[in-house]
């Protein structure tokens, strides 16, 4: 049958478990918070939420025993899209109390109707040339203000350095100082120029209504992937872009405005669950997250579950894990110890603030990476390794 299954972590001062996931199962699906006497047989048995698990956990706090439990709903109640499966499991419910959506597991007649990344891993590696090692990401920093002579010269340094993919910042909008179409041209001009595979992912703003024929004209004119704030626009926004086969490039979801909805530890939805399966479903081939070790960290166990989620076996292509924010060379041995070669390093500050400046910060970054794969210290290979050396002694190593 197809269905999705939700799983909650919810409490009760009485343990009273089984009644609580009734009355979710029932009261999100045919059911109301009294009793409906008109209720029909043929109703129940296809329409009913069905609790298909309840686990305590065995731990107490002040809001009572914890346990997780997992009810399914039948895909026959929704339309196969996502705002309409979040108001199903987590509609009314999310206000209702204290209560976390950690996981949905989809059935896959339901998943295959959600489009996944049209690139995933493979497909970034293909188009970037980088094989066997973690990709290197920079974000541009210092940009408000400044105008497309300041992008192009920052754009050369960092592909000069050595970076694979370079990326605005997401506080970036279209604006007269650097307009999206201006840096869409200047980005395929300088990536010729560079002779290198690199991609530049311009971040796609403005109104809603207006984003598919602003990505779709800017792919004409030579885009080659897009950075999108999907957590103020919406899962389905996100979806929208991927499926349209005229916006034939990358996209990459960023985090901003997520901690609204995962932060608080017992209330909204898991970060793994929105940063790792959602975004993938939705389209995203590259899934931004703080990391566990920099200026804005993520608690590790939701890190590298979001991680597991963009790469976990699947319907659907996979999407590049890429744990950000506050990232400097010295940390590349915990990144790829904790994420591995299918990841990308990610940095802004880290990049730009070298005393090298952006050529020098992105050749850091890759000689740490180059190290880090070959089983060397950063210590051994920055004997070696001015730019490295010099990162090191900014930033220091590890956490
Ligand atoms: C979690 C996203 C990180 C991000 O977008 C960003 O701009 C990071 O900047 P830095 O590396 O912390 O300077």
Redesign the pocket.
Known sequence: MSEVIATYRLFDKKSQFEKKAEGIALGLTIGSWTDLPQLEQEQLKNHKGRVVSIQETGRETENGREAEISIAYPAANFSADLPAILVTVFGKLSLDGVIRLIDLKFSDTLAKQFPGPKFGVNGIREKTGAFNRPLVMS?F?GVIGRDTSYLEKQLYAQLKGGIDIV?D??ILFDNPLTPFEERVKLGKRVIQESGKKALYAVNLTGRTSELKEKARKGVEMGASAYLFNVFAYGLDVLQELAEDPAISVPIMA???VSGAFTSAPFHGFSTELVLGKLVRMAGADFT???SPY???ALERPAALKTAEMALEQSIHKQTFPVP????HPGLVPVLYEDFGINSII?????V?GHPNGAEGGGRAFRQAVDAVVAGQSLEEAAKEMEDLRTALHLWGTGK
């Open positions: 974000i920093k990326k910042d997401e960023h985090p901003a931004l997250f703080p920099g200026s804005v950000s924010a506050g990232i990610n940095a802004g500050g880290g730009h």
